[in-house]
């Protein structure tokens, strides 16, 4: 595996190679749910390029950037475990300084982190400008449990006209259901059995009923008794990402929640 930290010098690679190429972007910080992305990457390309930067720009709270977990020592090596054939490692100059023709901003509708996270999203889409540029990628990895990031990122690429595909990878969850997440870190192991509860409870109340507000009434409840705060939860039809009271397929209830004063997101 080649570790590269200049844009010039990856830019130039993936000019040569475009069509060979899975990108996976990362904040770093890898777990199960990346390692699957790789994987997918990897089967799918005869190239796959990681990417790790910790975007400050999208950390709305200087505090929540400054508690993300961060262990590069270990990412390098299930990289190199799990096959990545170039490591993109840049710092905040090698990214932001990159000089590219500036893109459309999608317009964000019903994306419920937009309300709670100001600035959030502008922030990814930024770093995903300057990532997609220097990166010229055939494929680009990302993972369903961020399915609000994914919609925003996609809608970016179609409005762009990047010449790059968006292949969805599906949520890993742990024994206990719980979404693996770089945040799970800062949980103690009561905490994580206690947001698992949460995700096991909602994704069987969703096989048992065909109408979401009754549902919504139950997840309300159970974290009430449970004394667990949350910003949202909704439903939504994931095909056009309007909200309806159906439960089936194609649709998707979102959550925010707080354990131990830790902030998670999912959908199931």
Known sequence: MK??????????????????????????????????????????????????????????????????????????????????????????????????KKSKFPIIKNIMEQKYRKGHFTGVIKVMEKLLN???????????????????????ININKFKTKIVNCKTIRNKNMLAYSSRNELLSNSDIIEAGSI???????????KKYNLVRKKIISYLKSKKIKYDYIENFNITNFKTTNTLNKKSRIFIAFYINKIRLIDNY
Do not use: M
């Open 3 to 100: 570790i590269v930290k200049k844009s010039n010098q990856i830019n130039k690679y993936c000019i040569n190679n475009h069509q060979k190429i899975g990108f996976v972007p990362t904040l770093g910080s890898l777990h199960k749910g990346h390692i699957s992305i790789i994987k997918k990457a990897k089967k799918e390309n005869k190239k796959c390029i990681v990417s790790i930067f910790l975007n400050p720009k999208q950390f709305n709270k200087k505090k929540d950037l400054l508690s993300y977990p961060n262990n590069i020592k270990r990412d390098i090596k299930l990289c190199k475990k799990n096959g990545v054939d170039i490591l993109f490692t840049p710092n905040y100059q090698q990214v932001y300084r990159w000089k590219n």
């Open 134 to 156: 220097i990166i010229k990628c055939h494929k680009i990895y990302l993972g369903e449990k961020d399915f609000q990031q994914l919609v925003i990122i996609k809608n970016f």
């Open 199 to 209: 995700s096991n409870f909602i994704i069987k109340l969703k096989k048992k009923n």
